[in-house]
């Protein structure tokens, strides 16, 4: 039993140091017996295994891995597609065998049993085979490594190659030889592509949610996660600082950037911080109930225009994003609409839109701690993802006024300090806004100690959501980068709940809306940019991200006097 478990946390997905030794027969045809052992839908037997030794095969299909390789780069943002042009797929040529698995979805017959209205079922009992295989080949100390770098004109070409009926489609193309060793972890964690999931994130129990290993309690995700920030490591935060004042530079020189840096190395633990990078952009979005008392005059179906808009690529957002080399996604936390699924879209709706605040809370308890656990998720899935930095977006037509209401809530503003113009309202708009969110506070009397109270009822899903995101971020000691009101106001729920989680977060800018100074002032974050914005989905923290790397980069790269032999300044 213990050798079989070693056998299992020890396979590795090999690139490299391959050996050319060719891999004996009798090996290869139990590694093969273990493979078509393995379960498949009605005993139906999906698979076949094409061996490919010929070395002009193994030398066309490299070029084409290469080129479908090439052609998903491009389509990345700079970080990830450098990432991926570092994971090698020489092995197609360097080992002395390729085995493609197949899966024919049409064996069996027309009955064959659990398969009836899942076809799929087919091909998915053929990954199981691909897993013994994979198994069985690190028994007998051979290396295997999946290349997937195919779209569907690449699979057609492939299979072109390798004479394959139409019908027969292709699961799993391997590379398999002997190596020189195995590494320790698996090289897409090596690569910094993405990092192993913690096991009870993804263990429930009976329910989903109730998560907790065997044996334990299950505990709800919010209060696991409030339960995992720490403050941040004061000692690297002074180590940073010191190594600043004997980096080659007059001391103070680099400002307020020196103070990123050591936030940073804070967030880190450790005297030089990583380079912020890949980054990634969460714009919730999410409709509201208040938007019925005339408090912008664009329609609320806007929300889900703008939703299409991002995921087709053409905000702001996107722009920025593009030059900054960083991923945007949008998350349905809470759009009064029915939204297609595409790429970049996760689907996380709470309720199609909160409830009018002036006239009763706009979320139940139960939703805004549903909304803030949706947060957590996208923090521990980007993060997971390989990001090392995340920033906030968000996108809903009346959200200014909520985000309004939570800044007085939680800092004792009044409405007419802490309520802004938003899209750019008229006096008279400006003067109806201000008296809604005063009318919400005199019914609701949010107590900042009750913060989850507080956000029920005068909040929106998409502060929930970015709430949860701060806090996912600050449990697994990511910086989080702001953008504006919405933002800020959602940090303010996120310190409530947690005081430490300030700690990770660094204003991106000092919006134009008023709340957004308010709220930023309160956190103790002093802005990084100033240039008079508001127009929120995540802009104005993707222009103060190089600020961050900057700062990183310099305390990565820029040699320390003693280290560079340069005198140091001795007096005044």
């Known amino acids: 039993m213990t050798e079989f478990y070693d056998v299992l946390h020890s396979r590795r997905d090999v690139r490299t140091g391959f050996r050319p030794d060719p891999v004996d027969d ?3 045809t139990r590694v093969l017996q273990a493979a078509h052992a393995a379960p498949s839908v009605g005993f139906s037997q999906p698979w076949d295994f094409v061996l490919v030794r010929d070395a002009g095969v193994r030398e066309r299909v490299h070029a084409l891995v290469e080129a479908q390789r090439e052609r998903y780069a491009a389509s990345l943002p700079a970080p990830r597609a450098e990432a991926l042009r570092r994971i090698r797929v020489e092995a197609i040529r360097e080992t002395p065998l390729n085995v493609v698995v197949t899966a024919d979805a049409t064996r069996g017959g027309r009955h064959t049993l659990g398969r009836h209205e899942r076809p799929e079922m087919g091909p998915y009992s053929a990954a199981l085979a691909v897993q013994n295989l994979w198994l069985a080949a690190r028994a007998e100390g051979l290396g295997v490594g999946w290349v997937s770098f195919f779209g569907d004109d690449g699979l057609t070409e492939l299979s072109a190659l390798l004479g394959l009926p139409a019908h027969v489609e292709v699961v799993a193309y391997l590379c398999v030889g002997h190596v020189d060793a195995f590494p ?7 690569h910094g592509w993405a990092r192993r999931r913690p096991l009870d994130w993804a263990v429930h129990q009976e329910t989903w949610g109730a998560r907790g290993l065997p044996g334990a309690a299950p505990v709800a995700l919010l209060d696991s996660t409030l339960a995992a920030i720490t403050p941040v490591d004061d000692a690297a935060r002074a180590a940073a600082r010191d190594r600043l004042d004997r980096m080659t530079k007059p001391r103070g020189a680099l400002g307020r950037v020196e103070d990123v840096a050591v936030a940073l190395a804070g967030i880190a633990g450790a005297e030089v911080p990583p380079v912020p990078s890949p980054a990634a952009v969460a714009v919730f979005a999410g409709d509201h109930g208040v938007h019925a008392q005339g408090v912008t005059p664009w329609p609320q179906e806007v929300t889900a225009q703008m939703v299409a808009n991002f995921t087709a690529g053409g905000a702001v957002v996107n722009a920025f994003a593009r030059q900054l080399g960083a991923e945007v996604l949008v998350v349905d936390v809470g759009v009064a609409a029915d939204l297609d699924p595409v790429p970049g879209l996760l689907p996380r709706k709470v309720a199609r839109g909160t409830a009018d605040m002036t006239t009763g809370p706009a979320m139940t308890r139960e939703q ?33 006024t909520a985000a309004a209401a939570l800044v007085c809530a939680f800092t004792g503003a009044g409405p007419a300090v802490a309520t802004g113009r938003g899209t750019g309202v008229d006096d008279e708009t400006l003067a109806r806004k201000t008296e809604v969110v005063r009318r919400a506070l005199e019914l ?8 989850l109270g507080v956000l029920a009822a005068v909040g929106g899903f998409e502060h929930a959501g970015l709430a949860g995101f701060v806090l996912g971020a600050a449990a697994l000691r990511t910086p989080v980068l702001l953008d504006g009101v919405i933002a800020g106001s959602a940090a303010l729920v996120a310190a409530a709940l947690a005081p430490a989680a300030a700690g990770y977060c660094l204003g991106g800018h000092r919006s134009a809306e008023p709340g957004g100074a308010l709220a930023l002032d309160h956190l103790g974050l002093a802005p990084l940019l100033e240039l008079d914005m508001r127009l929120g989905e995540g802009t104005g923290a993707l222009l103060a991200l190089p600020v961050l790397q900057g700062a990183a980069r ?14 140091d300044k001795t007096g005044g």
Do not use: K, Q, S, W
Not at 184 to 190: K, T, W
Not at 372 to 392: F, K, P, Q, S, Y
Not at 444 to 450: N, T
């Open 26 to 28: 009798d090996a290869l």
């Open 184 to 190: 320790d972890r698996p090289e897409l964690e090596g």
């Open 368 to 400: 805004a701690r549903a909304a803030l656990e949706h947060g957590i998720e996208v923090a521990r899935d980007l993060v997971a993802a390989g990001n090392r930095c995340l920033l906030t977006g968000d996108m809903g037509i009346a959200n200014t």
């Open 444 to 451: 609701h009397r949010p107590d900042p100690a009750d913060p």
């Open 554 to 567: 310099a305390m990565a790269d820029v040699a320390t006097f003693d280290a560079a032999g340069v005198t």
